[in-house]
């Protein structure tokens, strides 16, 4: 939803035609991810299980409500009035009812999932098994994580944040154009990716030659920016449904426009598999921090949905080792004489990002970047935090959890996507014209 036409990658290379093979954009999607230890096969059959059980998760009670400033000014620009070509540009907040007593309380205590919770393991009580030593460690940590240790910007003002339900506000095709979206884009690539001073467009051999944690940025932004078209892509407006609704569904038209190597400099495929990065990235931090997934710290109210939900939870973060054993590896990052600096340039950067999202004058498309933003930022927290015992020292709260399941959840749905229409683009290529998308 955030983005459809005039951005600074996904251009149109001037006098190319598409190629004559109508699965350009898949024939490079195999084999092994960059900077990470799976394959695309691999993520492919893990996905067919996960898929549904973080389809189930994002729907519950616990992950479907979402805090967030939807008002918060653009600090970088002034903008112009954008445009959306539809009315799904709106976003409907929850009404005063609608949100679990529970989830309100959990959202007031701040960190409601950490190492040391206040509900289970006060640090008054740990006095009694720890040393002096270490609980003045341990005190010195929290404040530490809690100035620094955010890849996003923080909210400070309570009454700024309002909830809204994910599932009354997908991401879809809204029409957003206009100078704001490559305004966004411009920004966050030209300005907070890093990248040689001599170089104007990122493509992936220039990526190549960097060092991990630089790629590793790009691939994590550039991943985001391809989910986000794939989702455009995948739910636009088609013919209206029988009972007169609007009906929504795959373009495959739009799709090539995005990712097709002769509209993309040959990059198209590159960026479909940086979704992939993204995925193994967020489950391996989802899997780290399964000392924190504690049953009880799920609990909506809703007894019988909250013991499905800590089931499925359980079963999520057993099924990455069964498929991919080792999917991303953060141990490899920031071990350089440079790290400390590096780091809080990662940070930094990435947290500017994450106030561009205010940029975005779409409301839908503000939703779902600041979300998936905001998931990416708690998975690098988790993945980049100090550890003890093989437990993340980190406090996360209710709406950083949403975050970074959700965000899972679209980079599994673009993954899905992305392999329906390479089915649709097989069944075209067997001589099977019939479709019910539209083109």
């Not at 479907?64 to 620009?77: D, E, G, I, S």
């Not at 890093?194 to 691939?219: G, H, I, N, W, Y």
């Not at 909506?300 to 999520?316: F, M, R, Y």
Request: glycine fraction near 6%.
């Amino acid at each position: 939803a955030m983005l459809r036409v005039g951005t600074l990658v996904l251009l149109v290379v001037a006098g190319h035609a598409l190629l004559a093979a109508d699965d350009q954009c898949f024939c490079d999607l195999k084999g092994s991810i960059d900077d990470c230890c799976c394959s695309i096969e691999d993520v492919n059959r893990l996905n067919q299980h996960v898929l549904p059980l973080i389809e189930r998760l994002s729907s519950s009670s616990f992950f479907k409500f979402y805090r967030v400033n939807m008002n918060k000014p653009c600090r970088f620009w002034q903008q112009d009035a954008a445009e959306c070509g539809t009315n799904t540009c709106a976003v409907q907040p929850c009404g005063e009812n609608e949100v679990p007593a529970r989830l309100r309380e959990l959202d007031q205590k701040g960190a409601a999932f950490g190492c040391v919770p206040e509900e289970e393991s006060p640090l008054g009580e740990l006095k009694d098994t720890i040393s002096e030593v270490e609980h003045q460690l341990l005190e010195t940590w929290q404040q530490h994580d809690a100035v620094t240790g955010h890849f996003c910007e923080v909210e400070e003002d309570e009454a700024l944040l309002e909830y809204i339900n994910l599932g009354d506000n997908p991401e879809r095709f809204t029409g957003y154009t206009g100078s704001s979206p490559a305004n966004i884009w411009r920004a966050i690539y030209g300005e907070n990716c890093f990248k040689p001073t001599a170089v104007q467009f990122l493509t992936s051999s220039v990526v190549s030659d960097m060092c991990l944690e630089k790629r590793v940025f790009f691939r994590v932004v550039s991943g985001l920016h391809a989910a986000i078209n794939v989702h455009v892509a995948s739910h636009y407006p088609s013919e209206a449904g029988p009972f007169g609704d609007q009906a929504w569904g795959p373009n495959r038209t739009l799709f090539e426009r995005f990712f097709h190597p002769a509209k993309t400099w040959g990059e198209g495929p590159n960026w479909l598999k940086n979704i992939y990065f993204n995925y193994l990235l967020t489950l391996r931090a989802i899997t780290k921090a399964a000392p924190l997934w504690i049953p009880t710290r799920f609990h909506s109210g809703n007894d019988q949905e909250d013991e499905e939900v800590a089931t499925i939870v359980d079963d999520l973060i057993q099924s990455a080792p069964r498929t991919c054993p080792s999917t991303f590896d953060e141990s490899l990052m920031f071990n350089s004489p440079e790290k400390d600096e590096l780091l809080m340039d990662f940070r930094n950067k990435f947290r500017n990002i994450s106030l561009i999202m205010d940029c975005v004058e779409c409301s839908t498309c503000r939703l779902w970047g600041k979300l998936k933003v905001h998931g990416l930022g708690t998975a690098m927290r988790v993945l980049f935090a100090e550890t003890q015992d093989g437990r993340p020292l980190v406090n996360l709260s209710r709406n950083e959890v949403v975050s970074l399941f959700n965000t899972l959840t679209q980079f599994a749905q673009a993954i899905a996507d992305i392999n329906m229409f390479k089915d649709m683009t097989e069944t075209e290529g067997n001589g099977n014209t019939e479709s019910p998308f539209p083109s």
